[in-house]
C-alpha cells in the first residue's frame, strides 16, 4: 500500500503521553500485552453485537457509553480514509518497527514508514498506547487482527450509516430546491394542474439515481461540459466520459461558467451540498442541526462531537464530498464503480484541499460547522492522479494556482499562514461574503431566481435553469 492510496490529512495533535518503551524479546510483557488486547477486542465485539443490528444506538447518539475499539474506529473516520486497510498498516509498521531501517532505504520505502507512523500517530488519540502495544505483540499477528478487525468494522460501520442517513436527508433537500412546485410567475387557473418541475426523487429507493435520473444525472455531469440538456441526454446514453479526475457540476455554485484555466471559481460551492449545511453539519453535529445556525450542536452528538472535532480538514471535508458524490451517483458503496475510482477522487480532493490555496473553502466549511473559532489541519504534499478523459481537472486547478503564484510577488511582511482563530465579522472573510449563514435567497446567489423569497429554493425545470 503506497501512501497517497490511503493517507490522509492528520490532524495536528502531540498524541497521548508516550509509555515505556516496547520490549517484544520481554516474553512475560509480550504475553501480558496479547491477554490484554484481546480481552480489549473481544470486549468491543461483544458490545457491538449487543447494541444489535440496525439499533441507532449502534451509531453515534451518545458519548456516555464507555469506548471500545469499534468506537474509536468511528471516530476515525474524519481523520483517516474511508478505504484504509488496518490491519496491512498496522502490520507493516510492526515489520519496519522490529527491523530498523536499512542504510540504503530508498524515499519510497521512507514515504511508506512515514506513513504508517502518522496512521499510529492518529490511532493513538483513541487508543492511547497503541503502538507500543502492537509492537509488543510481536510475531502473534492473529491478536493484531482481531484489534485492527474492530477498527475496521467501525470505520465501515460509520461510512455505511453516513450513507444511510444522508441518502434520505440529501434527496429531500434535491427535492426541496428542484422537485415539484410551482413555477414562480406562470399564472394558472385554480381549477387546473400546477405547473411544475421535474418529478420528485424517490427517498426510499436508489435506483432512480445517478444516470437514471436526469436531475442526479446533470448533477453529477462533468462541468467541462455544457449544462444542457443535449448534454444529458449523451451522458445517459454513455456517449460522454465520466470519471474520478473530472469534477462534477454538483461540486459548483449554479450558472458557474467553467473555465479550465481557473477552475476554482465556484468550486464546492453549490447550494445543497455547501450553503444548505447538509452534510457538514448532519454528519458532524448530527441530523437536528441542518436548519440551525452556524456552530449549532444538535440532541444528539454526531461523530464529529464524539471525535473531539474541532474543526475539518482536507481529509474531513475530502471524506464529505465522496459521501456526496456517492449519494447522487446511487452506487453501492465500493472503491471503483466503472470508470469512476473513489479512493483516487477522495485522495484527489484531499491534496486539492491540503494546497494553501485552499484556505478559504476549508474556512467555510468550518465556519459553517462549528462557528467563528476553529483552526486549520495539517496539510500534506499534493499527489499527481493518471486520466483516460483528457486533462484532470485537479491538474488544471493546480497549474492555474501554479500560475497565480508566479504573478504575484510574496509580500515579505505578509504572514505565511492565514489567522483563522479570530471570529468572522457578521459571516465576512475578508471581503468575500459568506453565503448560507441564514437562507437561500437571490442576495446571497445573484441572478438565480427563487421564485417567492419565502420559498428559498431554487428552481429547474426541463429547460435547465431559470435565471432573472
Keep these: 500500500m503506497t501512501p497517497s492510496s490511503a493517507f490522509t490529512n492528520i490532524t495536528n495533535n502531540p498524541g497521548p503521553p508516550p509509555r515505556a518503551r516496547p520490549n517484544p524479546s520481554d516474553a512475560a510483557l509480550v504475553q501480558a500485552t496479547v491477554q490484554r488486547l484481546e480481552a480489549l477486542a473481544v470486549a468491543s465485539s461483544t458490545a457491538t453485537k449487543k447494541k444489535g443490528k440496525g439499533s441507532h444506538s449502534s451509531g453515534d447518539t451518545s458519548a456516555s457509553g464507555h469506548q471500545t475499539l469499534h468506537n474509536s474506529g468511528r471516530r476515525l473516520i474524519f481523520s483517516l480514509s474511508p478505504f484504509l486497510d488496518y490491519f496491512t498498516v498496522v502490520d507493516s509498521f510492526v515489520r519496519h518497527e522490529l527491523n530498523p531501517a536499512e542504510p540504503n532505504e530508498d524515499a519510497d520505502e521512507q514515504k511508506a514508514r512515514a506513513y504508517e507512523q502518522e496512521v499510529m500517530k492518529e490511532i493513538e488519540r483513541f487508543v492511547p498506547g497503541f503502538s507500543i502495544d502492537m509492537i509488543n505483540t510481536g510475531g502473534f499477528i492473529k491478536v493484531r487482527q482481531a484489534v485492527c478487525q474492530q477498527l475496521q468494522s467501525g470505520t465501515r ?60 444525472a446533470r448533477l453529477i455531469c462533468p462541468v467541462k461540459y455544457a449544462d444542457t440538456e443535449e448534454t444529458v441526454d449523451q451522458l445517459i446514453e454513455r456517449k460522454l466520459d465520466m470519471d474520478h479526475t473530472l469534477f462534477f457540476r454538483g461540486m459548483y455554485a449554479p450558472g458557474t461558467r467553467y473555465d479550465p484555466n481557473n477552475p476554482e471559481v465556484g468550486l464546492l460551492d453549490h447550494p445543497v451540498m455547501y450553503s444548505a449545511r447538509l452534510i457538514t453539519k448532519h454528519i458532524c453535529n448530527g441530523p437536528s442541526t441542518v436548519d440551525k445556525d452556524p456552530g449549532a450542536v444538535g440532541r444528539r452528538v454526531g461523530k464529529g462531537g464524539l471525535a473531539g472535532l474541532t474543526s475539518l480538514g482536507p481529509s474531513g471535508i475530502a471524506y464529505l464530498v465522496t459521501q456526496y458524490r456517492f449519494i447522487l451517483a446511487s452506487h453501492t458503496w465500493t472503491e471503483k464503480a466503472g470508470n469512476f475510482d473513489y479512493r483516487i477522487f477522495y485522495t484527489n480532493v484531499k491534496d486539492l484541499l491540503a494546497d494553501k490555496a485552499s484556505a478559504a473553502i476549508i474556512a467555510k466549511f468550518n465556519y459553517h460547522v462549528f462557528g467563528a473559532g476553529h483552526s486549520l489541519g495539517k496539510r500534506v504534499a499534493p499527489a499527481p492522479a493518471d486520466s483516460d478523459t483528457g486533462p484532470s481537472d485537479f491538474d488544471l486547478l493546480k497549474a492555474a494556482r501554479a500560475a497565480k503564484r508566479a504573478r504575484v510577488e510574496p509580500d515579505a511582511d505578509a504572514p505565511s499562514e492565514p489567522d483563522y482563530g479570530q471570529p468572522m465579522d457578521n459571516g465576512q472573510m475578508g471581503s468575500r461574503q459568506m453565503v448560507g449563514t441564514t437562507s437561500l435567497n437571490e442576495q446571497s446567489f445573484p441572478g438565480i431566481n427563487f421564485g417567492n423569497a419565502n420559498q428559498n429554493y431554487v428552481v429547474y425545470n426541463a429547460g435547465g435553469w431559470l435565471w432573472d
Design 157 to 216: 460501520g460509520a461510512r455505511s450509516d453516513d450513507s444511510d442517513s444522508l441518502n434520505k436527508a440529501l434527496m429531500a433537500m434535491l427535492n426541496r430546491f428542484y422537485g415539484p412546485r410551482p413555477l414562480p410567475g406562470i399564472e394558472h387557473d385554480p381549477t387546473s394542474a400546477i405547473p411544475t418541475t421535474s418529478d420528485l426523487i424517490s427517498i426510499a429507493k436508489k435506483s432512480n439515481r445517478g444516470l437514471s435520473h436526469r436531475l442526479t
